[in-house]
């Protein structure tokens, strides 16, 4: 039996851009949480996470880039946050906002509408159940102010 297979138990195996995710934004919770402190390591972290190339290229391009565009990234989300200050939300949903929104900015190769449905996935499996909501508000603003 496969990782994903033994990941996913008796559902249908996690496909790779959604594991990569998953990595990225475990990733992205370590750097919020402990910053610089781990910043050095997280090349590490997501090299010895997964076994599968794709998955690990996948994460790290996600990281390094909302990394290296985090202000723009935080500025969209803060703009149509309303009544949320960005480092007021939880730290699991300010890092799914980061990936999606990153991916809808960055990454022409993924429609705005699956990052959007990745991240309400995300946010059902690790946050709160009003998060799915939440997200999904945030980010189709984001998806209407860009267009795509």
């Known amino acids: 039996m496969d990782f994903e297979s033994e990941v996913a138990g008796n559902r249908a195996p996690v496909r790779k851009r959604t594991r990569a ?16 402190e781990v910043a050095d390591y ?5 090299g010895n996470a997964d076994h599968d190339a794709n998955v690990r290229d996948y994460a790290t391009k996600l990281v390094v880039g909302i990394r290296r ?7 969209r989300i803060s703009a149509v946050a309303e009544n949320w200050d ?15 929104c990153f991916e ?7 429609p705005p509408k699956v990052a959007i449905n990745e991240a309400i996935d995300l946010a059902k499996k ?3 159940e009003e998060s799915g909501s939440f997200v999904n508000g ?11």
């Open 126 to 128: 690790y946050s709160t």
């Open 86 to 100: 960005l480092y007021r939300m939880a730290v699991i949903d300010r890092n799914i906002l980061r990936v999606a």
């Open 69 to 75: 565009n985090r202000k723009e990234i935080d500025g």
């Open 42 to 46: 997280i090349d590490d972290f997501i």
């Open 21 to 36: 995710r998953e990595l990225a934004l475990q990733a992205l919770y370590m750097l919020d949480q402990r910053g610089a």
């Open 138 to 148: 945030i980010l189709d603003k984001i998806k209407q102010q860009i267009g795509r």
């Open 104 to 110: 809808m900015l960055h990454l022409d190769d993924i």
